[in-house]
């Protein structure tokens, strides 16, 4: 599903240091280092590679708690 302007900015201001994210050629990695408009992402093995934010579709926050009323919504 495609995510609104709003919710993709939202996204993009929750970044922070751990998040895995996928950019938008598919690349998934894990956010090594913030800056004002460039995201370096660890890949593994010991890669790095430097990302332009607005190409950032999707974040995997590990950090996030699960919604409380997740499993009780009908």
Known sequence: SKLSVAQKAGLLAGMKKGDTVITQGG???R???LKDDEIVLDTGEGGKLRIVR??????KNPSAPAPAN???ES
Not at 54 to 59: A, L, N, Q
């Open 27 to 29: 690349i998934i990695g």
């Open 31 to 33: 956010i090594f280092q």
């Open 54 to 59: 607005g190409m950032i579709v999707d974040v």
């Open 70 to 72: 997740d499993s009780k």
